[in-house]
């Protein structure tokens, strides 16, 4: 038996591109709220909100990714991801969609790596590998590299 049949995941759109999460790492999707600033953090750590009693941290992995500016409307979402870390200050953050993530059950010849990305775009804070879906590039993000800068900002909040 091959060990991957399918992912069940969600592609999430963010300014400037699109990115997969599997199902299992998103607790939640909200709609956007504008969060609070954080002074020390860097541009593309949209600020912070509570969620569930906790100092939650948003990001734009637009920003961080793509070098898009984010922009918030009426369709953004906040995508609520646990942390893949066992720190109690940071059990979960969030991302910042431009709308409603899309459920997908992937097949293995669904998605491809993308081998024509710029070396220094696949080296990027954020990026753990770059792909294809239906022909368009997509980010499988570096989550734990992102909790790493994460960290630091939510024990000061």
Known sequence: MEAFLSLRCLLITVQGGQLFLPNSFVAEVLPFATPLRIETAPNWVVGAMLWRNLTTPLVSLGQLIFDVAPEADINSRIIIVNALGNDSKLPHFGIL????????NLQRDDIAMNTEVA??????????SWASYQEQPAVIPDLDAIETVLQPLVKRV
């Open 97 to 104: 969609g431009t709308s409603p993530p899309r459920p997908l």
């Open 119 to 128: 070396e220094s775009a696949a080296k990027r804070l954020g990026v753990l």
